[in-house]
């Protein structure tokens, strides 16, 4: 069983960082793949940025490419996101998200989810 605990998400301005963590629990943190989506109020869940179980092959939606960087910490067990220009539609509840298919950007093929920390972005 692993479970995930999704932290660092906050009120922001236009333009500013921000670097969203995951803290993992349970067995064999790097056989899972894992990644970010968000949810943004009255959409559905979209996929944001996936990475390998070692951490040497990443994954972007053309919305946040250029933009954001996901990372791990295979020692700490930790995922990261870190968040650059932030942009009002970046608004969003983020989930981090573990399985067994990496890079996949269908929510359903992960095994594993966090409850979401909320970013929000005013102008």
């Known amino acids: 069983q692993v479970q995930l605990v999704e932290s660092g998400g906050r009120l922001v301005q236009s333009g500013d960082s921000l670097r969203l963590s995951c803290a993992t629990s349970g067995r064999s943190f790097s056989s899972y793949a894992m990644g970010w989506f968000r949810q943004a109020p009255g959409k559905e869940r979209e996929f944001t940025a996936a990475i390998s179980g070692g951490g040497g092959r990443t994954y972007y939606a053309d919305s946040v490419k250029g933009r954001f960087t996901i990372s791990r910490d295979n020692v700490l067990n930790r995922m990261y996101l870190q968040m650059n220009s932030l942009k009002r539609e970046d608004t969003a509840v983020y989930y981090c998200?573990?399985?067994?298919?990496?890079?996949?950007?269908?929510?359903?093929?992960?095994?594993?989810w966090g409850q979401g920390t909320q970013v929000t972005v005013s102008s």
């Open positions: 998200v573990a399985g067994r298919t990496e890079g996949t950007r269908r929510f359903g093929a992960y095994d594993y």
